[in-house]
């Protein structure tokens, strides 16, 4: 098969791709189609196609970017997606060799997840029953917040659960994550009962919205028909002013963190986590073992009466 004529249509092509055979995002198509777009610019600019670059002009760019500053994460994402599109190339028939097969990437700066211990995650609960304008906001947020820290969703499927999901007051959720997988996720009995609440109160008053009632469970007038990701950024901070809690430690990932760090120094193994989450690999889960290690250590420093003892001790060099 011949490879397109312009680079627009290798990566046009490249993502129609990804949609159809792995179910990829919008999200994560757009990442893509940026990255690629980036690498095609500094190509032309060397007037170097995509069907001639070799593996020394992949490594010069990336070269350049770090010399530009770029972030470690950020330079291993685009590799990654220069490597899938030269496979995807490759595997095509476009060109007969991947020029991006053995490129090692710079790694990812290991970075601890912001969390929150349970006396925050109860100031975040209570103050959602509080927050809103309405009798609706406030039964809607609660019913956001239990189901979150309840499930450890990611926001982006927590905002799009269809209503079906919530019907027959469930004991577990069907979430529809990355890529199109599905997991189970249990729910706690407060998040079940926040949860039925809001639907009884949802159905009634989309019992009169026209032209269709919302086939999701948290539904909106925008063009997607339920909240964003965006809206839920702003709602978790005005949560935390709310509730009393640092808003730098509050983002839309906190209560996911505070999901698997809470189950972990619980006694949950790192594979029913990695379950949960809908984590592909073991080894994205593992990060939350640090988290515990590092409050284990905080732990022990500050309460085993040997350690208060040692660093109550006076410095004999400094006499």
């Not at 098969?1 to 680079?7: G, L, T, Y």
């Not at 940026?34 to 995509?50: S, Y």
């Not at 979150?148 to 499927?157: D, K």
């Amino acid at each position: 098969m011949s490879a397109p004529s312009s680079p627009q249509r290798w990566i046009s092509t490249f993502l129609e791709a990804q949609a159809a055979e792995l179910g990829a995002a919008t999200n994560t198509q757009l990442a893509y189609g940026r990255d690629l777009g980036h690498f095609v610019d500094w190509a032309e600019h060397r007037k170097l196609t995509l069907d001639e670059i070799s593996r020394d002009n992949i490594e010069s760019y990336l070269i350049d970017c770090d010399a530009s500053g770029l972030a470690k994460s950020t330079r291993a994402r685009r590799l990654s997606a220069i490597k899938q599109i030269y496979r995807f190339a490759f595997e095509e028939g476009w060109r007969n060799d991947n020029p991006a097969m053995q490129i090692k990437g710079p790694g990812r700066a290991a970075r601890l997840p912001k969390t929150l211990d349970v006396a925050e995650v109860e100031s975040l609960l209570a103050a959602a029953r509080t927050l809103g304008r309405s009798t609706s906001d406030k039964l809607r947020n609660t019913c956001l917040i239990e189901l979150l820290y309840a499930t450890g969703m990611r926001v982006s499927e927590l905002v799009s659960l269809p209503v079906t999901a919530a019907r027959g007051d469930p004991q577990m959720l069907l979430v529809l994550g990355k890529g199109g997988k599905e997991r189970m996720v249990p729910l706690s009995p407060s998040a079940r009962k926040a949860m039925a609440v809001w639907l009884k109160f949802r159905d009634e008053a989309e019992e009169t919205r026209r032209p269709a009632p919302s086939a999701f469970l948290f539904p909106s007038r925008g063009k997607t028909g339920h909240l964003t990701r965006h809206w839920f950024y702003t709602f978790i901070k005005d949560l935390a002013v709310a509730g009393g809690v640092s808003s730098a430690k509050v983002t839309p990932h906190t209560l996911r963190h505070a999901f698997a760090t809470h189950l972990l120094a619980n006694g949950a193994d790192l594979l029913s986590i990695q379950t949960l989450l809908g984590h592909a690999d073991v080894a994205t889960t593992e990060i939350y073992t640090h988290v515990l290690d590092e409050r284990l250590s905080e732990l022990v420093l500050d309460h085993h009466p040997l350690a208060r003892k040692s660093a109550n001790k006076p410095d004999k060099t400094s006499s």
